[in-house]
């Protein structure tokens, strides 16, 4: 029984966050009858989100060290952590991951010699 307990909180959180928000928006003066709508883009975007965070985090990091190099450094630094841990979660190969890191290294700095 406190397994079905502990479920039903897990999977009620989110609903009721939507329904707070309805709340709100309702209080407001505003209609809003896409909730359900929003709760689905807003978990794609997320699971999007992480999915390419490796890859876009390469290509932020070496446009940041093209305009400001200490910046760049310190992100150079976040995208080598990220990478890390997706090999560490067990998400990635260790050979993806550095493809994937190389191929974004290469595309921001492709894109500033472009600019």
């Known amino acids: 029984m406190t397994f079905l307990v502990q479920q039903t909180l897990i999977y009620a959180v989110p609903l009721m966050i939507v329904a707070l928000a309805g709340v709100f928006a309702e209080r407001s003066g505003i209609i809003n009858l896409a909730l359900e709508g929003i709760m689905i883009f ?53 050979r993806d991951v550095a493809a994937g890191a190389l191929l974004g290294f290469a595309l921001g700095a492709a894109g500033m010699w472009l600019l």
């Open 42 to 94: 807003g978990a794609f975007i997320g699971v999007l989100f992480v999915r390419l965070m490796q890859g876009s985090a390469a290509v932020l990091a070496a446009v940041w060290c093209y305009f400001y190099p200490a910046a760049g450094a310190c992100m150079v630094v976040v995208a080598l952590l990220i990478c890390a841990l997706r090999v560490l979660a067990g998400a990635h190969y260790v």
